[in-house]
């Protein structure tokens, strides 16, 4: 299997997320399936695409506004995602939707995720000063 190389680590660990997700709430009460566990879900799904997207919006310089500004905005998008995300997890863990231990694993993942989201986003400011 080869190594994906062009894809940035915060999306790898997003598709991850993403993907633990989907696993553990695959046996979740049939009272939240098309509720919260939907919600938390399609959230994953959204956090993923809002990374894929800020990456594919190319900036030039620090005087492409229209770029950096559209870029910036998936960046946030995203970063909302993972902080109702985090709300939505604590809350399916207090329904008995997750397991205790399954909570603690997306917390890990989602602040993991969040550090290296704010770490690309700081990154794109310094490189972009203008």
């Known amino acids: 299997m080869r190594k994906k190389e ?21 046996k979740s009460p049939k009272k939240f399936r098309f509720t919260l566990i939907s919600r938390l879900q399609n959230l994953s799904l959204h956090i993923v695409e809002s990374l894929y997207r800020a990456n594919m ?3 030039q ?18 970063y909302v995602d993972l902080k109702l995300l985090g709300y939505m ?25 969040t550090r290296l989201l ?4 700081r990154s794109d400011q310094n490189r972009y000063k203008g």
């Open 89 to 113: 997890e604590l809350f399916a863990r207090e329904q008995g939707c997750i397991l205790p231990k399954q909570y603690e694993q997306l917390s890990i993942q989602s602040t993991e995720i």
């Open 61 to 78: 310089d620090g005087k492409d506004i229209m770029h950096l500004t559209k870029r910036k905005q998936y960046q946030k998008d995203a």
């Open 57 to 59: 919006v190319y900036v």
């Open 118 to 121: 704010i770490a690309w986003s």
């Open 6 to 26: 062009s894809e940035l680590s915060v999306i790898v660990k997003a598709k991850d997320l993403a993907s633990y997700m989907f696993a553990i709430t695959e």
